[in-house]
């Protein structure tokens, strides 16, 4: 079983998946449960999130992507399929701006009715979703200078937005920074405007369930987020076709390019590592890299990477509070064997599945408000607390793309 983001079969009626190998529900009527959603209630908890703590101001933007060369295969009858993205970037001046939120405000509305039903069993009264600021300025001027791009993709249900803090605190110290929702599979996602084959702002998850007990489903959502950071990677090399802020599109370095990712975010980014040779390294924190048995009892199936191992850098980065581990080893220990010297793997010493997300600082919060348990915080993120966790995640992802992404390295 994998510890992404999933809703509860019991406690959602209204959608259901149509068998383990038929396509997804589509992902209608988010801007319906965003506009009757309850308003935050006076005195409901305001959550924070570690600043960054690099020298440079963060600015960052939104933007909507569209691939029309496919269609979307989490939303049958969708002709294109849809991005949204966040570039995190050092910034040159950010005076008079204001703090952007952490998740949009629509978004944050429905992250708030689906979010008790996942794994997390986050309240569903008590805080306010939309409060919570990021320490990155919308839309700033970008800082001169050529800059690494590393591309992120959230675990199996996040919204984009959890991975806030690792994202700013790497723009911070002068990298930039592109994070990728997964619509269909996210939480929530929130579009700039509706479209003929999308009439609402907001396309909730189509998860129903645990992916990884149904394979074919599994394997889908895997290669919609393969095929969705392929599209972004292309993007991300001609970045003057790109709606980008003042001087972001100059200080992208296509040479120094690096993926990490959560979950099964960590699962795609592995495979693309593989797959696209101008990458030149890759995080995966504590992602499966194979697809579970089709039949009780049958073997797993290991991605191309493992069967093949890399000739670039991967860091596989995992907690010691996983209680998968053992599957976990079943990819990950030969992909290692298959890669000498390219490949190292460590855990994270008194931590948790959710370490890797804004829930390592966000948790303890909650649990300080009455609004979650002690045990249930330790199952999610370890008895490390946020002072440790976060700062050592920081530093190692960022350690190893400066060792891996340094100017005085050549591209591959």
């Known amino acids: ?121 986050l309240p569903a009264a008590g805080v306010d979703w939309s409060a919570t600021a990021s320490h990155s300025y919308e839309d700033a001027p970008a800082l001169p200078g050529r800059r690494p791009v590393l591309v992120h993709s959230p675990g199996g249900g996040d919204p984009r937005g959890w991975g806030t803090c690792l994202a700013e605190d790497l723009a911070a110290h002068g990298a930039v920074v592109v994070s990728v929702d997964h619509p269909g599979d996210a939480a929530a996602v929130e579009f700039p405007d509706v479209t003929p084959y999308r009439p609402e702002p907001v396309r909730e998850t189509v998860l129903r369930g645990e992916p990884r007990d149904e394979p074919a489903l599994w394997r889908t959502l895997i290669d919609v987020r393969i095929a969705d950071l392929h599209f972004v990677l292309g993007r991300l090399r001609d970045p003057a076709g790109l709606p980008l802020p003042d001087g972001l599109a100059g200080a992208l370095d296509a040479r120094r390019v690096g993926v990490y990712g959560h979950s ?69 220990q030969p992909l290692a064997a298959r890669s000498p010297g390219r490949v190292r793997s460590a855990r994270v010493a008194g931590a948790g599945h959710w370490t890797f997300t804004d829930f390592a600082a966000v948790l303890p919060q909650l649990r300080a408000a009455g609004l979650t348990t002690a045990d249930r915080c330790r199952a999610l993120i370890g008895t490390a607390g946020p002072e440790v966790s976060v700062p050592y995640v920081r530093r190692t992802v960022r350690a190893f793309f400066a060792r891996h992404l340094s100017t005085r390295q050549g591209a591959p």
């Open 264 to 332: 099964a975010g960590g699962s795609a980014v592995t495979e693309v590592l593989f797959e696209d040779r101008r990458i030149r390294a890759g995080i995966n924190l504590e992602g499966y890299l194979d697809h579970p048995p089709t039949e009780p009892g049958g073997p797993a199936v290991p991605f191309p990477v493992v069967a093949h191992g890399l000739d670039r850098p991967l860091l596989l980065l995992g907690s010691d509070g996983f209680d998968h581990r053992r599957e976990l080893a079943r990819s990950w």
């Open 1 to 121: 079983m994998t510890r992404d983001f999933h809703v509860s079969r019991r406690s959602v009626t209204r959608s259901a998946l149509l068998g383990s190998a038929a396509l997804l529900l589509g992902g209608g009527g988010g801007a319906a449960r965003a506009a009757t959603s309850p308003p935050p209630v006076r005195g409901d908890a305001v959550l924070t999130l570690p600043a960054p703590t690099g020298p440079h101001p963060v600015g960052r933007r939104s933007v909507h992507l569209v691939d029309t060369s496919r269609p979307d295969p989490l939303s049958p009858g969708c002709p294109v399929r849809e991005l949204m993205l966040t570039l995190y970037y050092p910034a040159r001046d950010v005076t008079g701006l204001a703090r952007a939120p952490q998740l949009p405000a629509r978004a944050a509305a429905a992250f708030g009715q689906i979010a008790p039903f996942g794994p997390l069993h």
